[in-house]
């Protein structure tokens, strides 16, 4: 071995992960020298202008420094004794409102210790009691109707990332060991059965059908697979999609339901997307799953949907129906437990905000108007954008954007590239000509001989009109004529 050089794990080596791969790189390069870059390759709203809510942050702050909620009490009841135009202290926004002092005091004297100690592995009871009542709720499940979501059962996690590893992790036992994920997909999957040294099970939702699903892609994918040998262990479905932004119906999520119990696969739910529905109606897997025994590991996360809070690394993993261990006496929830140990907790102030997700203000509060305001806000912003986005494919030579609007992307088929060229020296191209920074089809997966790219839809509409433009020229010059 040459002094300094180490073999280091091939799994790691050979892992992909396109969201910041080349493109990006060289994004960074432009940038630095002095481009304007659009980042239109990751779904990361705050770092492109996107406010916090203001619910979360005046909340947040409080836990970080609990000595605030007296000191503002103080000094507001101070206030109240001074003449208004003296104090010059008194407009709104100054002070957190009294429903937030007591959310915090709330949330402090339940967390009993703090956000600087560690909590219990899975996070703090009253975070995934919080939790389950919000799956509860969102899927109308009562005593009499549906199973209730068991708080034992769930796992506050840093980002939904975390948990889709933790499932993955513990489900892979052999490098014969499949996992089947939507072609195209959230490299996060690739990347995570290649590292745990599985093997990656493609199915192809039918692009021209609006990314739809039925049982004869998956019975294909599946009995493909079956044939080479491989042990197929679940199915990962995403939902709505990056980065095809497909939202499933009703049926679609019955149906995979139905394929799973046939064939005795569990499901992996990544339901991050929830809130970007733009009107549709999202159906959960927890849902559609019911008093089925049909094992579900299901994401959530407070990254996405209006929430947008990528940094605080907040979400959960919810287990419904934990199989059993082949050895021994435990279940699927003891060895993830174990898992989640070794890591001590998740971070305390993404658990925060996970318990702030899932607990919205109520409706009589002071923080209940301004929420509502915002989450609308950036839903219908999101929605605008993408509209814009679609209108401009129109004027594209043979680019097609098939499916409804769902997540935060759009994913158009390409047409005709130039001679030799592919998706990836499209996207490189369109960076370097118009700054514009997407990401191409083969970073998600594709059919073979398709060209995609994929477009997230969070920059303010000023920057993304100006630069619509630029890309409408760039792409009818780009791509080959009739
Ligand atoms: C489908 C999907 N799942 C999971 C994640 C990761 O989310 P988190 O930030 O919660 O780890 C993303 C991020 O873009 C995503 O698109």
Not at 108 to 116: E, I
Not at 265 to 285: R, T, W
Not at 321 to 332: A, I, K, Q
Not at 445 to 468: C, D, M
Request: hydrophobic fraction near 35%; include cysteine; charged fraction near 25%.
């Amino acid at each position: 071995m040459p002094s300094g050089a180490m073999a280091v794990n091939p799994n790691i080596l050979e892992m992909e992960y396109a969201v910041r791969g080349p493109i990006p790189q060289r994004a960074a390069e432009l940038a630095a020298g002095g481009m304007q870059v659009i980042s239109c390759h990751i779904g990361n709203p705050q770092a492109l202008g996107q406010s916090p809510i203001y619910y979360y942050r005046q909340i947040l702050s409080l836990i970080e420094d609990p000595s605030r909620i007296g000191r503002e009490r103080a000094l507001k009841s101070l206030l109240k004794r001074l003449p208004q135009a003296e104090s010059g202290l008194s407009k709104e926004g100054e002070f957190s409102s009294e429903a937030a002092l007591e959310m915090g005091e709330t949330i402090l004297s339940r967390l009993g210790t703090g956000v600087g100690a560690y909590t219990e592995s899975k996070g703090p009871a009253f975070i995934r009691e919080a939790v389950a009542r919000y799956i509860d709720e969102r899927d109308g499940v009562t005593d009499s109707d549906g199973k209730r979501s068991d708080p034992e059962n769930i796992f506050l996690t840093n980002g939904a990332s975390e948990g889709a590893r933790f499932v993955i992790e513990t489900m892979l036992a052999d490098p014969k060991d499949g996992i089947m994920v939507p072609i195209p997909q959230y490299p996060l999957y690739s990347a995570t059965i290649r590292r745990c040294g599985g093997v990656q099970v493609g199915y192809f939702p039918d692009e021209d059908a609006g990314w739809t699903l039925n049982r004869s892609i998956l019975e294909e994918a599946l009995s493909s697979a079956r044939d080479g040998g491989v042990k197929v262990k679940a199915i990962v479905v995403i939902n709505p999609c990056n980065p095809t932004g497909a939202v499933l119906d009703d049926d679609d999520v019955k149906d995979v339901c139905t394929f799973a119990r046939e064939h005795g696969l569990a499901i992996i739910a990544d339901e991050v997307y929830q809130d970007n529905v733009y009107g549709a109606s999202f159906v959960s897997f927890a849902k559609a799953v019911g008093r089925d025994e049909l094992p579900l590991f299901s994401l959530h996360s407070t990254s996405k949907g209006f929430h947008g809070e990528c940094g605080h690394r907040g979400g959960y993993l919810e287990v419904r129906n934990p199989p059993r261990l082949e050895v021994g006496s435990g279940n699927f929830v003891d060895i993830l437990l174990k898992l989640a140990s070794v890591n001590l907790c998740s971070n305390t102030m993404g658990q925060v905000l996970t318990y702030l997700m899932v607990s919205p203000p109520k409706s009589d509060s002071d923080l209940h108007a301004r929420y509502i305001r915002e989450k609308e806000g950036v839903l219908r912003a999101l929605h605008e954008k993408a509209v814009m986005i679609r209108e401009s494919f129109e004027k594209m030579r043979g680019l097609f954007c098939f499916g409804r609007i769902g997540a935060m992307y759009l994913f158009p088929r390409l047409g005709k590239l130039p001679e030799g060229t592919t998706d990836f020296d499209y996207c490189m191209r369109l960076l370097e000509t118009t700054g514009l920074c997407t990401v191409n089809g083969a970073g998600f997966g594709q059919k073979t001989g398709t060209w995609h790219l994929r477009i997230a839809f969070l920059p303010p509409k000023e920057v993304l009109s100006n630069v619509l433009s630029k890309w409408i020229d760039f792409h009818n010059g780009y791509v080959p004529g009739e």
